[in-house]
């Protein structure tokens, strides 16, 4: 069983920094990625950034390219998501997902095998 646990969520004002956690357990799957999808009211789901499990290889959005930065700590299982610069846009529930290494260079949604996380919300207002 794959367990996917985001942590991390919560108000900020704009220009700060917040930073996700996602502890991800039971994944022995070989080829896989950790990655960052938000979704905003009224919104698609957007994939945000990605990490490699097998070799740190880093995927952004443009629309986070040079705020954003995603890290990993093996030891801990445990992806991070550094959210810089924040403006209130980037408000929406961010999904950590287990998925193939194809989608999460693509930062695309993986309908067949992808294991998903509860959801945090991260507000973004005055």
């Known amino acids: 069983q794959v367990d996917v646990v985001e942590s991390g969520g919560g108000l900020v004002q704009p220009g700060r920094s917040l930073r996700l956690s996602c502890e991800v357990s039971?994944?022995?799957?070989?080829?896989?990625?950790i990655g960052w999808f938000r979704q905003a009211p009224g919104k698609e789901r957007e994939g945000v950034s990605c990490?490699?499990?097998?070799?740190?290889?880093?995927y952004y959005s443009d629309s986070v390219k040079g705020r954003f930065t995603i890290s990993r700590d093996k030891a801990k299982s445990t992806v991070y998501l550094q959210m810089n610069s924040l403006k209130p846009e980037d408000a929406a529930v961010y999904y950590c997902v287990a998925l193939r290494e194809v989608f999460c260079a693509a930062l695309t949604v993986d309908d067949f095998l992808s294991f998903w996380g509860q959801g945090t919300q991260v507000t973004v207002s005055s």
């Open positions: 039971g994944l022995t799957l070989p080829n896989m990625g």
């Open positions: 990490i490699y499990i097998s070799d740190g290889s880093t």
